[in-house]
């Protein structure tokens, strides 16, 4: 429809002008012509998403079972020789802040001495305690200083006895535990 | 020589007869059946659903005018389209004379196809409008007009005996 | 003349059939001329179709929570905890479109993932580590109608500690 009104009026004007109204009006229809509807392009859509992390502190030990055994005597002094077991590691990963590794028995009074010691503590922030006596149930300081970190070390114990503790065997159940400092 | 002047006379009202007649029905074929309403119709479609289809569009601005004949008549339907690419699909609607076949899909270069059949011939009505619904569909893996072009239906309608 | 000389050499039989001709010719010609045919019209019926590009999430918002799952002693990656309850929803009839993701958290404490699995239309790319920049998530989806849900990873690292990340994730169509 512009088009052809436009065309209408070149009758009445001259040829330069009519021509250069003709082309600017050809070029007019060609783009309605070839402008087709177009909706919705590159449209986009969002949702969202938390992503939450809780405390979390795990502790494991690689040693279910360990077996000590007392049987030599020192020729020298003629004491007992101490039993030694190196053959366990503690692993543990903590995302929380200030915490330590206690460690403990369940036997009260023992009659046979065990010392427990964290040794070569690696891929962590914590710091071992010197060797614990175990002699009662009570929690102690294993690995100390323990931050937002996973680590390992390798447990030692030492298991010795008098002439005087006479002969027997004992049962300890050890457990390490995370905890705050 | 007198037979040959009765022969050609022969072939030229024979001639003349024919071409009366093709002139009369042709004139009153013109009139029995037409268009109405909008002359051209375009269709748009324009939305659709993520993970489903494209939104359908119908249109009902035209319809079809025919008149009572001497038999019973039917209107069929046809098109061409080359190039089609979407679907296009057609139905009578508010038909008071005849029975509207089921919607007929429009597919280019079809045979013609029942549209409106069993229009009587009864007296007591000389013309019916019945509208023309035409319904437009396309699937996302049609794709669109931008990169295809529309699609342009010549639809043809033909009132004949049934 | 030479044809009327030509007629007047007819048989008696011949002429007989002469005459006749166009009056056979006329009962012939008459079924047509009282034709089945009583009218016919046509008419331009165009349709057009408009570029439509749709997407969309349903399922709402996601939730991932990191704890005491999917935690190994001795191993700072914690994870992954993952989520499968959304999914996404998409139409073009354009060709050659692909769907990216990207999200809007500039420097997140944590690791996010994304995968499309199971997608019925289009391919899937590899699983996306979340970042600011937009990452191929389904490509040859052009033409198509589809769907495919939306597995969400999550991991942290212990030495990150703990708190949450907010992200808005967005899927864009873009050209291919």
Same mark, same amino acid.
């Given at each position: 429809?512009?088009?052809?009104?436009?065309?209408?009026?070149?009758?009445?004007?001259?040829?330069?002008?009519?021509?250069?109204?003709?082309?600017?009006?050809?070029?007019?229809?060609?783009?309605? /012509?070839?402008?087709?509807?177009?909706?919705?392009?590159?449209?986009? %859509?969002?949702?969202?998403?938390?992503?939450?992390? +809780?405390?979390?502190?795990?502790?494991?030990?690689?040693?279910?079972?360990?077996?000590?055994?007392?049987?030599?005597?020192?020729?020298?002094?003629?004491?007992?020789?101490?039993?030694?077991?190196?053959?366990?590691?503690?692993?543990?990963?903590?995302?929380?802040?200030?915490?330590?590794?206690?460690?403990?028995?369940?036997?009260?009074?023992?009659?046979?001495?065990?010392?427990?010691?964290?040794?070569?503590?690696?891929?962590?922030?914590?710091?071992?305690?010197?060797?614990?006596?175990?002699?009662?149930?009570?929690?102690?300081?294993?690995?100390?200083?323990?931050?937002?970190?996973? @680590?390992?070390?390798?447990?030692?114990?030492?298991?010795?006895?008098?002439?005087?503790?006479?002969?027997?065997?004992? =049962?300890?159940?050890? =457990?390490?535990?995370?905890?705050?400092? | 020589?007198?037979?040959?002047?009765?022969?050609?006379?022969?072939?030229?009202?024979?001639? &003349?007869?024919?071409?009366?007649?093709?002139?009369?029905? &042709?004139?009153?074929?013109?009139?029995?059946?037409?268009?109405?309403?909008?002359?051209?119709?375009?269709?748009?479609?324009?939305? @659709?659903?993520?993970?489903?289809?494209?939104?359908?569009?119908?249109?009902?601005?035209?319809?079809?005018?025919?008149?009572?004949?001497?038999?019973?008549?039917?209107?069929?339907?046809?098109?061409?389209?080359?190039?089609?690419?979407?679907?296009?699909?057609?139905?009578? =609607?508010?038909?008071?004379?005849?029975?509207?076949?089921?919607?007929?899909?429009?597919?280019?270069?079809?045979?013609?196809?029942?549209?409106?059949?069993?229009?009587?011939?009864?007296?007591?009505?000389?013309?019916? %409008?019945?509208?023309?619904?035409?319904?437009?569909?396309?699937?996302?893996?049609?794709?669109?007009?931008?990169?295809?072009?529309?699609?342009?239906? =010549? /639809?043809?309608?033909?009132?004949?005996?049934? | 003349?030479?044809?009327?000389?030509?007629?007047?050499?007819?048989?008696?039989?011949?002429?007989?059939?002469?005459?006749? %001709?166009?009056?056979?010719?006329?009962?012939?010609?008459?079924?047509?001329?009282?034709?089945?045919?009583?009218?016919?019209?046509?008419?331009?019926?165009?349709?057009?179709?408009?570029?439509?590009?749709?997407?969309?999430?349903?399922? @709402?918002?996601?939730?991932?929570?990191?704890?005491?799952?999917?935690?190994?002693?001795?191993?700072?990656?914690?994870?992954?905890?993952?989520?499968?309850?959304?999914?996404?929803?998409?139409?073009?009839?354009?060709?050659?479109?692909?769907?990216?993701?990207? %999200?809007?958290?500039?420097?997140?404490?944590?690791?996010?993932?994304?995968?499309?699995?199971?997608?019925?239309?289009?391919?899937?790319?590899?699983?996306?580590?979340?970042?600011?920049?937009?990452?191929? +998530?389904?490509?040859?989806?052009?033409?198509?109608? @589809?769907?495919?849900?939306?597995?969400?990873?999550?991991?942290?690292?212990?030495?990150?500690?703990?708190?949450?990340?907010?992200?808005?994730?967005?899927?864009?169509?873009?050209?291919?």
């Amino acid at each position: 429809m512009y088009v052809s009104v436009e065309l209408n009026l070149m009758m009445t004007m001259n040829y330069s002008i009519n021509h250069r109204i003709f082309r600017l009006c050809l070029a007019l229809a060609l783009a309605l /012509v070839t402008a087709l509807p177009v909706f919705a392009q590159d449209a986009s %859509t969002s949702q969202t998403l938390t992503l939450q992390v +809780f405390e979390t502190n795990r502790i494991d030990v690689s040693q279910r079972a360990v077996s000590m055994i007392i049987n030599q005597a020192s020729l020298e002094t003629g004491s007992p020789v101490e039993a030694v077991n190196e053959d366990g590691s503690l692993t543990w990963l903590t995302n929380g802040d200030n915490k330590k590794i206690t460690v403990a028995t369940n036997n009260a009074a023992p009659r046979f001495l065990v010392k427990v010691h964290a040794l070569d503590i690696t891929g962590s922030t914590g710091v071992a305690a010197p060797e614990i006596t175990l002699n009662d149930n009570t929690n102690r300081d294993l690995v100390m200083g323990v931050t937002r970190s996973y @680590g390992k070390c390798k447990i030692r114990f030492v298991a010795s006895a008098k002439v005087s503790d006479g002969i027997g065997s004992e =049962t300890h159940v050890i =457990t390490y535990t995370i905890t705050g400092s | 020589m007198r037979d040959d002047r009765r022969y050609l006379s022969c072939w030229f009202s024979v001639a &003349a007869m024919i071409a009366v007649l093709f002139g009369v029905f &042709a004139s009153q074929a013109l009139a029995q059946l037409t268009l109405r309403g909008t002359a051209n119709p375009t269709i748009s479609i324009t939305t @659709g659903t993520a993970g489903g289809t494209m939104t359908s569009v119908v249109n009902t601005s035209s319809s079809i005018r025919y008149t009572r004949q001497s038999v019973i008549t039917k209107i069929t339907v046809r098109t061409s389209c080359p190039s089609q690419a979407f679907t296009l699909q057609v139905l009578a =609607t508010s038909v008071t004379r005849g029975v509207a076949a089921p919607a007929v899909t429009l597919t280019s270069g079809m045979a013609a196809v029942d549209f409106i059949t069993n229009i009587p011939n009864t007296a007591g009505w000389t013309t019916a %409008t019945p509208t023309l619904q035409y319904t437009a569909s396309a699937t996302f893996a049609q794709g669109n007009s931008a990169e295809l072009g529309n699609d342009v239906h =010549t /639809v043809t309608y033909t009132l004949q005996a049934q | 003349m030479r044809a009327l000389f030509r007629i007047r050499r007819l048989s008696h039989l011949n002429k007989r059939l002469t005459f006749a %001709t166009p009056l056979l010719l006329l009962l012939v010609c008459s079924p047509s001329l009282f034709s089945q045919t009583y009218g016919t019209d046509s008419h331009n019926v165009t349709v057009s179709v408009a570029t439509v590009n749709v997407i969309q999430v349903s399922g @709402g918002s996601v939730n991932l929570s990191l704890g005491s799952t999917a935690v190994t002693a001795g191993v700072d990656l914690m994870g992954p905890v993952t989520n499968t309850s959304t999914t996404l929803l998409w139409g073009f009839n354009s060709s050659l479109r692909k769907v990216t993701v990207k %999200t809007s958290l500039a420097s997140p404490k944590y690791i996010l993932k994304v995968l499309a699995v199971a997608p019925t239309a289009g391919t899937a790319s590899s699983e996306v580590t979340l970042s600011t920049t937009a990452a191929d +998530f389904l490509t040859n989806t052009g033409r198509s109608s @589809g769907s495919c849900t939306l597995q969400y990873s999550g991991y942290a690292l212990a030495s990150k500690g703990t708190g949450s990340d907010s992200h808005t994730i967005t899927f864009t169509v873009a050209a291919q």
